[in-house]
C-alpha cells in the first residue's frame, strides 16, 4: 500500500512538472509571437513610409522633368534671332532674290550680355556691321567680333543685357538617328522661328563646293535632314533636351534632305572667353591641313588613317619656327589625339598666344616631338 502511494505521489511530481514545462513553453511561445508580430507590423510600417517616400519623390521628380519639347522649342524660340545685312527689313517671301538682297538669316543669342553665334556668310566679315531682329520685334546694330571663313561661323554683339540665352550641347556625344530640331527664318521675317525636325544622318561629314569662283571645303560637319533652307544659316540645331549641338549652315540644292550643321564644340571655348575676358585672343599654329575625309579630295594614292596632314606651313609662323614641314602628319597635341583640323581648332581656342603646346608629328616612318609656342593670329 506504501508502494502505491509513493508511486502516485510521484507520478503526481512528474504530472505538475510536465504541466510547468508546458505552461512556459506556451508562455515563451506566446511571446516570441508577439514579437514577430510587432516586428512585422513595424517593418511594414516602415517599409510602407519608405514606399510612400519614393512615390512621392518619383512623382516629384517626373513632374519636374516631365516637360514637352514644344516647351523647349517654346523656350529656345526666345534666343533665335534674325540677322539681315540692311536695316530695313521688308518682305522678303514676294522677292525671289529676297535673301541675296538683304542678307537675311538667323542666329542664335550664347551669353545674357548680347554675344550671338551665326554663320560668317550672315554677318559678314570681323568689324563688319548687320542688324540683330530680337523675338519681340526690336531691332539692333551689332557688330561682327569674331569670324572664320573656314568654318563659316562667326561672333556679333550687341549692346544689350539681360537677354534669354540658349544651352550649348555637346556635339562630340551626338549620334547617328538622334532626333534633332533645326529653328531659323527659311525664307523671310514672315516665317521667322520656323521649326523643323528630323534626325542626325550622319557625323564627320566633308564637303566640297565653289563659292565666288574659289573651291571651299568643309569638314567635320553634322549631317542632317531636317529641312534647313537659306534663311536658317546661323540657326541653332538642337537636341531633344533644347541644347545647341550645331549652327545650321548649309544644304545640298541638288538632293533632298541633306542638310549640314557646324559642331558647336569648336566655338565654345570661344564664347567662354568672350564672355569671360571681353575679347578673344585667337592662338595659332601657323598650318592647314587635311584629314583623312578630305585626303581622298586632294589624292586619291594617298593613304591616311589618323592624324591631320600638314599641307601647308605658314612661313615665320610657330609651326615653321618650331621645325614643322609640309607632309609630317599630327598626331597628338598635349597627348590628345588629333584627327581632324576642327579639333585642332577646338583645342589650341583654349589656349592663350604664347602658351606653350606639345605636338607629337609622323614624318615618314619616324614620330617625334616638338614644344611649340602658339602665335597669335
Known amino acids: 500500500m506504501q508502494k502505491y502511494s509513493r508511486i502516485r505521489r510521484k507520478r503526481r511530481s512528474i504530472g505538475k512538472t510536465i504541466f510547468i514545462i508546458f505552461i512556459f513553453l506556451l508562455i515563451v511561445t506566446l511571446i516570441v509571437s508577439l514579437v514577430r ?3 512585422r ?9 519608405i514606399q510612400v517616400d519614393r512615390t512621392s519623390k518619383t512623382l516629384e521628380n517626373t513632374k519636374e ?7 523647349i522649342i517654346e523656350e529656345t524660340n526666345y534666343s533665335v534671332v534674325g540677322i539681315s545685312k540692311i536695316k530695313e527689313m521688308g518682305s522678303s517671301i514676294f522677292q525671289t532674290d529676297g535673301i541675296e538682297k538683304l542678307g537675311l538669316g538667323t542666329g542664335v543669342i550664347v ?23 530680337l523675338e519681340n520685334g526690336s531691332t539692333y546694330n551689332a557688330n561682327v567680333v569674331w569670324a572664320d571663313t573656314t568654318l563659316d ?19 562630340n556625344s551626338v549620334k547617328a538617328g538622334q532626333t534633332v530640331y533645326a529653328i531659323g527664318n527659311p525664307i523671310g521675317y514672315e516665317f521667322e522661328r520656323t521649326v523643323t525636325s ?6 564627320s561629314r566633308t564637303l566640297k563646293f565653289t563659292e565666288d569662283g574659289e573651291e571651299v571645303l568643309m569638314t567635320d560637319l553634322i549631317q542632317t535632314d531636317a529641312t534647313i533652307n537659306p534663311g536658317n544659316s546661323g540657326g541653332p540645331l538642337i537636341n531633344a533636351e533644347g541644347k545647341v549641338i550645331g549652327i545650321n549652315s548649309l544644304k545640298i540644292d541638288s538632293a533632298e534632305g541633306i542638310g549640314f550643321a557646324v559642331p558647336i564644340n569648336v566655338i565654345k571655348p570661344i564664347i567662354e572667353k568672350y564672355t569671360t575676358n571681353g575679347n578673344f585672343e585667337e592662338p595659332t599654329i601657323g598650318i592647314s591641313g587635311y584629314d583623312k575625309n578630305i585626303i581622298p579630295y586632294i589624292d586619291k594614292n594617298y593613304e591616311l588613317d589618323t592624324g591631320v596632314y600638314i599641307e601647308e606651313v605658314v612661313k615665320n609662323s610657330p609651326a615653321e619656327n618650331s621645325g ?34 606639345k605636338i ?17 593670329k
Not at 111 to 125: A, Q
Open 198 to 203: 528630323g534626325i542626325i544622318s550622319a557625323k
Open 65 to 71: 522633368n516631365d516637360i514637352t519639347i514644344e516647351e
Open 324 to 357: 614643322l614641314k609640309k607632309g609630317d602628319i599630327i598626331l597628338k597635341i598635349d597627348d590628345k589625339e588629333i584627327n581632324t583640323m576642327n579639333e585642332i581648332k577646338e583645342y589650341i581656342y583654349t589656349k592663350y598666344p604664347g602658351d606653350i603646346i
Open 111 to 133: 551669353s545674357s550680355n548680347g554675344y550671338i553665334i551665326t554663320n560668317k556668310h550672315v554677318s559678314g566679315d570681323k568689324f563688319s556691321n548687320c542688324y540683330v531682329t
Open 360 to 376: 607629337e608629328y609622323k614624318r615618314g616612318n619616324s614620330t617625334s616631338t616638338v614644344n611649340l609656342t602658339l602665335g597669335k
Open 41 to 49: 507590423t513595424d517593418v511594414e510600417k516602415i517599409n510602407e513610409e
Open 37 to 39: 508580430l510587432y516586428n
Open 153 to 171: 561661323l562667326s561672333i556679333v554683339k550687341i549692346n544689350l543685357e539681360g537677354l534669354k540665352t540658349a544651352q550649348l550641347g555637346d556635339s
